[in-house]
């Protein structure tokens, strides 16, 4: 009884250096979606994929690549990160209709000095 | 677009208090409504969710009416615990959809002994 899996769940990184986040769901869903929260600024959708091989960008998706190779898994990448980047970063799916809701991910969260 | 406006926090209740967190949408059409709830250090979860007007939404004591008339889906429960101090979430109309949705940051209640 998986549901969402985000690996990892901590980490820390210097400033420049690139990592990939990755996030696996056994649910069979057509939706997966990326965010970060932020103290006082709400969840805000980073990237989010329709389907296999598919990717759109959402509010701020600057300084940030995804990858849906596999429907199961949703890869977010830093190519160079920077200390605005330090958040929680959630992943979350969902079939996809506006009638269903979104399963999350208990996130990582990932410090840039 | 699709949004929502949710009470802003911190809300402090004494234990078995009666608790209201207010939340008005805007959206096309009569979306599902949901309400998720964020306990410290794990993603957010589906706490209710209701799918037409009037419909009411409950779990775990809490419950919402979807309220068609006065856009609204307000969050009560009757007596609050411990327990249930944890950050909630109006999610946006049609967020199980692809909307560039951005869930907002949340009403965090605090019960106290």
């Known amino acids: 009884n998986a549901g969402v899996t985000q690996t990892p769940k901590f980490r820390v990184l210097k400033t420049g250096q690139s990592m990939t986040l990755l996030c696996a769901q056994d649910?069979?869903?057509?939706?997966m979606y990326w965010y970060r929260q932020d103290p006082g600024m709400g969840l805000r959708l980073i990237h989010y994929?329709?389907?296999?091989?598919?990717?759109a960008k959402g509010e701020v998706p600057d300084g940030y690549n995804v990858s849906r190779l596999k429907k199961q898994n949703f890869l977010l990448g830093l190519e160079s990160a920077a200390p605005s980047q330090t958040s929680v970063y959630f992943c979350?799916?969902?079939?996809?209709?506006?009638?269903?809701?979104?399963?999350f991910g208990d996130g990582t969260r990932l410090s840039i000095l | 677009g699709d949004s929502v406006t949710q009470m802003e926090g911190p809300v402090t209740l004494s234990e078995e208090a009666f608790l209201t967190i207010n939340c008005t949408y805007t959206?096309?059409?009569?979306?599902?409504l949901f309400w998720y709830v964020q306990y410290p250090g794990e993603g957010l979860q589906l706490l209710l969710k209701?799918?037409?007007?009037?419909d009411k939404g409950s779990n775990k004591g809490f419950e919402a009416t979807y309220r068609k008339e006065t856009t609204s889906f307000h969050l009560e429960k009757g007596s609050v615990q411990v327990s249930d101090s944890a950050v909630y979430f109006c999610?946006?109309?049609?967020?199980?959809?692809?909307?560039?949705?951005?869930f907002g940051t949340g009403t965090k209640l605090q019960v106290i002994p």
């Open positions: 979350a799916s969902t079939y996809g209709a506006s009638n269903q809701p979104q399963h």
């Open positions: 649910m069979n869903h057509e939706y």
């Open positions: 994929s329709v389907g296999e091989g598919t990717t």
């Open positions: 959206a096309t059409g009569y979306p599902s």
């Open positions: 209701a799918t037409k007007a009037d």
């Open positions: 999610a946006p109309p049609n967020s199980g959809g692809y909307q560039k949705v951005t």
